[in-house]
């Protein structure tokens, strides 16, 4: 058995070399090291799983579920890559199940690399735009700061209004001994939030009003105010507010029309300029997001179409190594089993 894992760990560590090393040097994860290192993991599992740790295979397969839920989630809500979503599951393919950490009773805690992850690109994010606030090449204006605060102000109170109902149906689940962990209603929460400012529909007007009638309904039966007076809550908001404010002004770059590459993103300003141009084969409005990302065709339109109004640099969103924090947020879940154990 300790054979098998330390040939776990071994390939994941060259898998994770691998993978880095492209992520950051050619700005992705090929298919055939994912389909190399994904044969190897099935052979890993078959012996560990059938000849050394039968009772864990429950465990690894719903750690295993619940990463590859989360991965496919991500992915089709364009915030994953399809490099990125195969790189979570082979990795905890490649995890073996002995080194679970557990919280409380239950060992289903893999999801926790992730969350590192995601944890740990968004202070990335923070830090390099602070970097670059400090050297000035980008800063804070007056109007940004008054765009930002009323855009902000808008999304806070929609996504109060939603997690006030996420909040009283944790509680309507209390009346009826359904206890919910305070993580899990946690969780539910921010990926509540993260929806709303992901999809337009939940901040339609008529979505908005029916989420309020339920709020009201469920705190007249209920006899709460789901609205919470803790000054935390709003520190922290503030906090957010102030690191997202900061992560925006860092979130683009110019480039050479030159240096456009297949994959990367037009920022929705680059784009506007295009629409209504007689040029075959441009890209429409970009969202900002994954499913913008160029194609060749789009590329050679988009040099036809500026070399007509002798444009010669573009604006596109910066690529985050996304990979390398799946990566480093595995280890680093590993490192924690390392130390509780």
Sequence with gaps: MIVVEILYIAVLAIFSIITVRSDLKDGMVYNKTILKFGIIAIV????????????LFIAFAFNLLIVSGISIF?????SFAGGD??????????????????????CYTLLFA??????????????????????????????YIQGYLISFMKSFVTAMIYISAVNLIALLFG????????????????????MIGKNSFFRKWYMITGIVAVDVGLSIWLGVIPISINPENYILVFVLLLCQMTIRTNLYKDIELENLKKGMILTTASSVLMQGSRVRGL????????????????????KRWASGRS????????????AFFLVIGFWLYLAAWGYLR
């Design 85 to 106: 979503c195969k790189l979570a599951i082979i990795l905890a393919m490649l995890f073996p199940a002995r080194f679970y950490l557990k919280y409380g009773d239950s």
């Design 175 to 194: 009346l009826y001994n359904y206890s919910l962990m305070i993580w899990v209603i946690r969780i539910v929460c921010i990926v509540t939030s993260w």
């Design 114 to 143: 992730i969350g590192i992850a995601v944890f740990l690109g968004y202070l990335y994010l923070l830090g390099a735009s602070i970097y670059e606030l400090i050297r000035k090449n980008n800063q804070f204006t007056r109007g």
């Design 311 to 322: 444009v010669t640099r573009i604006s596109i969103v910066k690529k985050i190594p996304f």
């Design 44 to 55: 890993l599992d078959l012996l560990y799983y059938s000849l050394f740790c039968r009772d």
């Design 74 to 78: 991500l992915f089709y809500t364009h």
């Design 283 to 302: 890209p429409g409005v970009s969202s900002e997001d994954l499913r913008n990302r160029l194609t060749e065709t789009e590329i050679d339109s988009i």
